[in-house]
């Protein structure tokens, strides 16, 4: 009999005691989460996300648009055509708009010739120079695979800058707080353009940086990094002012002549950020003879010429071209939510910093109301003020639905008819 019930029970299976095939990878994925170093772990998923929410909805609006009679408008035509040549994939091809190539044809001027394109700094298509040709020499895909890398790296410094600057004393609330700057950085009204084959995320990622280290007092790192972001745009050079702002900031405010010996021994490579626009300013020279060459071929080629910005502003805003008032007016909230939201003293780098970058792009006159929605992606400091407005309970959620829907009918605006409102 207790071989029968021995063998009886050798017949019945057990438990199976192997972790299954979906366990392991579960457990793998866990492993692998928890190596990545914080806070690359929430960015890497924020990026992928953002960009696969926006291919999705970018390919729909496209290929909704098809079938209405008309489409695309005459004056967008040319550039669909441009964007067939890079790719015939939509999800690649959307991210391809008017200055992506231009910078695409800087990308590929040979440099042993004499350089006759002066209308626009040369750090981001030379920074695609050295990747094309580990992408079989298509140098519009080199530009958008700078322009991703340089917003991995946006949204990594926004994490850190955000966390740091919004007054949380518990990690826990600091890691919180950088997760919602990175949020409504992501949610500026045209912050779908950081994804383009554009200087914005360059720009942005660059000017993050540049506060980040300033804030760590690391100054050598600030003026490196602010002489390339005076090389990616031409406000970059002014940005010298909020960064020396930071240094009085870190002494108390103190001006004095007892004070400027310690200024000009810790913050002396602040003369870098200037010097990289004195730098192209000296291809310039070097190339056509011609120290403002970029300043005559913005004249020439868009009638830009430096005018009061608040004249220009004020034009659009009583002018009868809605359009244009739109602009200004979004230009008009973003200053004023900088302007409440970062009125305490601490504050006042950003303050200045979010000034310069909107106004001077309306110092350039009427010809800036196309581009300037484009512009006021690199007033960063608004996304850290509603970040701060955001912990406010029941604000949040609201805040963040409000700002998606409207960069969501930006986006589709921009992906079908009107792409000259914004860019």
């Known amino acids: 009999m207790a071989e029968e019930r021995r063998a009886g029970t050798a017949d019945v299976p057990g438990p199976d005691l192997r972790p299954s095939r979906r366990a392991r990878l579960v457990s793998t994925g866990r492993l692998l989460a928890a190596r990545i170093p914080a806070p690359w772990g929430f960015v890497l998923a924020v990026f992928?996300?953002?960009?696969?929410?926006?291919?999705?909805v970018g390919v729909l609006v496209l290929t909704a648009w098809d079938g209405v009679p008309g489409a695309p408008p005459a004056d967008e035509t040319m550039m669909r055509l441009q964007q067939d040549r890079i790719s015939s994939h939509r999800w690649v091809s959307l991210w391809f708009a008017w200055d992506s190539f231009l910078y695409d044809h800087?990308?590929?001027?040979?440099?042993?010739?004499p350089w006759k394109d002066f209308g626009f700094p040369l750090l981001?298509?030379?920074l695609a120079r050295p990747l094309a040709p580990l992408l079989g020499g298509h140098t519009a895909w080199a530009l958008l695979l700078v322009a991703n890398v340089a917003l991995l790296f946006q949204l990594w410094f926004a994490y850190r800058l955000g966390a740091r600057l919004l007054g949380a004393g518990d990690p826990g609330d600091a890691a919180a707080d950088g997760r919602r700057s990175v949020r409504y950085l992501l949610l500026l009204p045209t912050a779908f353009l950081f994804q383009a084959a554009l200087t914005e995320s360059l720009f942005v990622c660059l000017a993050l940086a540049a506060f980040w280290?300033?804030?760590?007092r690391r100054w050598l790192v600030v003026g490196i990094v602010g002489y390339f972001l005076a090389m990616s745009r031409s406000v970059g050079f002014v940005?010298?002012?909020?960064?020396?702002?930071v240094l009085l900031r870190q002494h108390g405010w103190r001006l004095g002549l007892r004070s400027l010996p310690r200024y000009l021994r810790e913050g002396w490579p602040l003369l870098l950020v200037p010097a990289g626009w004195l730098t192209f300013m000296a291809f310039c020279r070097w190339q056509s003879g011609d120290w403002f060459a970029y300043q005559h071929a913005?004249?020439?080629?868009?009638?830009?010429?430096?005018q009061n910005p608040l004249g220009v502003a004020g034009s659009a805003l009583v002018g009868d071209n809605s359009a244009n008032a739109l602009r200004v007016w979004i230009?008009?909230?973003?200053?004023?939510?900088?302007a409440v939201g970062l009125r305490r003293r601490a504050d006042w780098p950003y303050l200045a910093y979010t000034l310069i970058v909107v106004?001077?792009?309306l110092s350039m006159g009427p010809p800036v109301y196309k581009s300037l929605l484009r512009y006021l992606l690199a007033a960063f400091p608004v996304a850290l003020v509603l970040a701060r407005w955001a912990r406010r309970p029941g604000l949040d959620p609201w805040l963040t639905a409000g700002l998606a829907l409207l960069q969501g009918a930006l986006f589709a605006v921009w992906l079908t008819y009107w792409t000259h409102l914004i860019i």
């Open 48 to 56: 992928a996300g953002s960009k696969l929410v926006l291919s999705l």
């Open 106 to 113: 800087l990308a590929r001027l040979p440099l042993d010739r």
């Open 124 to 126: 981001y298509p030379f």
């Open 213 to 216: 280290y300033a804030e760590q």
């Open 239 to 245: 940005v010298v002012v909020p960064l020396a702002l």
């Open 298 to 306: 913005q004249e020439k080629g868009w009638g830009i010429k430096v």
């Open 331 to 338: 230009a008009v909230a973003m200053l004023l939510v900088a």
């Open 359 to 361: 106004l001077v792009p």
